[in-house]
């Protein structure tokens, strides 16, 4: 069921009391996996203050002295940060949020300062570099959206509106690869040929290889013909695949808004590009001229556009901007049609799957699968082309779950579990491997996860927890070596190589949901939480909580509260938007304390545990959770039945901690 615009935003209704039940089971022996759950909350709150000392100025922006030579960069600098108010949703600490706030704003004006930005946005860069920089903006308006709605909703007009130049509406496409603030901003760089490294182009080889004169090289990088005027003209103007990412800043105003027009100009840009993927046979074309016509200015290619197919990265930037753009439809308008386009494309993919080594596969990402394979490196395994181009499909790489994950969680089909779940048949390696690493993307684990959720593999969420701790440890390290390094603009990455903050566990464990896509999605979860006695979201200190299916019919979550004498009090929410109804929950609990025994027992019996059911009809339920106490809720959601909305349950438009209670948060 979808919902409508005149349905009442969640949050709306606040004064009206909330269905409550509470915890009777009592807790004996914790659980490894809550305990370890709350020793990773603690870590990583050493972590980021660490962090923060040794990288950061006094006005939150990193310590950096050097220039910023071409447009890219502006990512780097943000998506440091991009987990950070993620962690504070989870249950970080109350501070953290202000913390994550006041970089937002120091990195803006630090950027401003180096003419990257122009009115607190990027100037004009591809979206595949963008999006990872918005990821910390979502957060923090999912966190405070009153705070951040002005902001948010005056760099969504950037596109709504046609007015800067970055959108027409008579063709719909977005005008041009590099788009942002600065009308004045055109091409792909600003000298003459591109910046393109050597080490890059041994990597990702040169886009247009198909160029008559590009066939007497190799030429000097400063004299390629692929990266001078030919790419200029051919590739930086138009429309390309990776901007559908601009979705996720217009669906960010709508859900902060709600104005129809935010909704209406998803739908008609992202519809243009569901077209566009019918017409080319299922498969999403990655460009479209300045003229609607997909190929125009690359001689009838729907290959070939700026961070397309066939360079540098292929799906990993095509089908995550795809998955961002689907999703953004899907939600603001209730139609799971949008998803097709992305379903379709990864199906034509699959179709070409090969399974071997990846020491004898053609990836352009040996370095990334080195870690993740590990012991596995030299073991068949299923693998997927990631690029095409005029000699077809190339760069096979291991199946990547993000974009699968994605759409299976949203959409809860049979047709999108099963293509995951064949996906796992066809692979000889053990999905339940859980190996430690922080990818970019602070993903990664998906596999191990859906082997979790498919009920195969019990032991996961303390191997998850166990290797999130390794991630922080190491990281702590690296901040130890780097702190006083005087960073060179080569080495803007060191920031990400030391972010000590690792979620993806916290994510997967508490909220039933994957990882947010990295390239600019909204994030997603079956259950969130807030704490009623902060008056915040977030799990309070001491609770600990674990999703262990995430079926609508019997999603099933875990509730422990570890402390040995205060009682705490819960609000669970169904969805990451509260767009899910809780029709009924079905809970353990346990009214006799016969357990105890009498003073001269030396033991205790099993205590006896009942199950009852409670009808409920709404986005919200309050648990009330006695100190070391533990419930077990089976919900019955009805999925997307509700407006999407960050209102907070407390009947404001954000979750400020409440300054009484913040001593005992998280």
């Not at 000392?53 to 960069?73: A, E, I, S």
């Not at 009838?300 to 990993?316: A, D, F, Q």
């Not at 030299?378 to 990547?400: A, E, I």
């Not at 609508?552 to 929410?573: F, G, W, Y």
């Amino acid at each position: 069921m979808s919902h409508s615009s005149t349905e009442p935003s969640s949050g709306e209704d606040a004064t009206a009391p909330l269905p409550e039940i509470q915890a009777g089971v009592p807790l004996l022996e914790p659980p490894g996996w809550a305990v370890a759950q709350r020793a990773l909350f603690d870590l990583l709150d050493h972590s980021w203050r660490k962090f923060a000392r040794d990288f950061t100025g006094p006005d939150g922006r990193l310590n950096y002295n050097g220039r910023l030579t071409t447009r890219d960069g502006v990512d780097d600098f943000y998506e440091v940060f991009f987990n950070w108010p993620q962690l504070y949703l989870l249950g970080g600490a109350d501070d953290l949020l202000a913390a994550s706030e006041k970089h937002w704003e120091g990195v803006t004006r630090h950027l401003t300062e180096l003419d990257m930005l122009k009115d607190e946005y990027e100037r004009g860069y591809d979206w595949f570099h963008q999006g990872e920089s918005l990821l910390l903006l979502y957060f923090l308006c999912m966190a405070d959206p009153e705070r951040w709605s002005e902001r948010a909703l005056r760099f969504a007009e950037l596109y709504v509106d046609p007015v800067h130049g970055n959108y027409d509406p008579g063709h719909r496409i977005v005008t041009r690869p590099h788009n942002g603030s600065d009308p004045d901003r055109q091409g792909l760089s600003d000298g003459e040929v591109y910046p393109w490294l050597q080490k890059e182009a041994d990597t990702y080889g040169y886009p247009l290889e198909w160029l008559p004169e590009a066939q007497d090289g190799p030429y000097p990088l400063d004299s390629d013909p692929r990266l001078g005027a030919q790419m200029r003209e051919r590739m930086g103007f138009g429309d390309t695949a990776v901007n559908l990412a601009v979705a996720g800043l217009v669906l960010n105003a709508w859900i902060l808004s709600g104005e129809q027009r935010y909704r209406d100009w998803i739908v008609e840009y992202v519809g243009a590009w569901r077209e566009r993927t019918e017409a080319n046979g299922g498969v999403i074309p990655d460009n479209v001229g300045l003229d609607g016509v997909v190929g125009s200015r690359l001689e009838g290619r729907w290959y070939g556009g700026h961070y397309g197919w066939s360079w540098p990265h292929g799906w990993h930037s095509v089908g995550h901007a795809a998955c961002v753009a689907a999703l953004a439809a899907a939600v603001s308008a209730g139609e799971d049609d949008y998803l097709s386009m992305v379903g379709t494309t990864l199906d034509e993919m699959i179709s070409r799957a090969k399974l071997m080594p990846h020491s004898e596969a053609d990836s352009s990402l040996p370095a990334k699968w080195a870690v993740e394979l590990a012991g596995d490196f030299d073991k068949p395994t299923l693998h997927l082309p990631f690029r095409h181009n005029d000699s077809g499909w190339f760069d096979y790489n291991p199946v990547t779950l993000p974009v699968p994950i994605a759409l299976w969680h949203h959409s809860a089909s049979e047709e999108d579990r099963v293509r995951i779940e064949k996906l796992r048949e066809a692979d000889p390696l053990d999905w339940s491997t859980v190996r430690s690493f922080r990818a970019k993307e602070e993903s990664g684990h998906e596999k191990a996860w859906f082997a979790f959720l498919a009920g195969d593999d019990p032991g996961y969420p303390e191997r998850i927890l166990a290797a999130a701790q390794a991630q922080v440890r190491h990281r702590l390290r690296r901040i130890d070596r780097y702190r006083d390094l005087d960073v060179d603009e080569a080495d803007i990455h060191v920031w990400q190589q030391c972010n000590p903050v690792a979620t993806e566990a916290l994510v997967q464990l508490t909220w039933g949901g994957p990882q947010v896509l990295y390239n600019g999605s909204i994030q997603q979860a079956r259950l969130r939480y807030h704490d009623a006695q902060a008056r915040r979201a977030g799990l309070p200190q001491d609770v600990a909580a674990l999703v262990t299916s995430i079926d609508p019919e019997a999603t099933t979550v875990e509730l422990v509260n570890l402390s040995p004498d205060k009682d705490r009090t819960i609000i669970l929410q169904a969805g990451a938007l509260a767009e899910h109804t809780i029709s009924s929950v079905r809970y353990t609990t346990c009214t006799d304390e016969g357990w105890i025994g009498d003073m001269y027992d030396y033991g205790h019996t099993e205590p006896v545990v009942g199950e009852v059911e409670t009808a409920c009809d709404g986005a919200y339920l309050t648990v009330q959770l006695p100190a070391s106490t533990r419930i077990r809720m089976t919900l019955r959601l009805e999925l997307r039945t509700r407006t999407p909305s960050y209102r907070s349950p407390f009947g404001t438009s954000a979750d400020a901690p409440n300054a009484e209670t913040s001593e005992e948060s998280a």
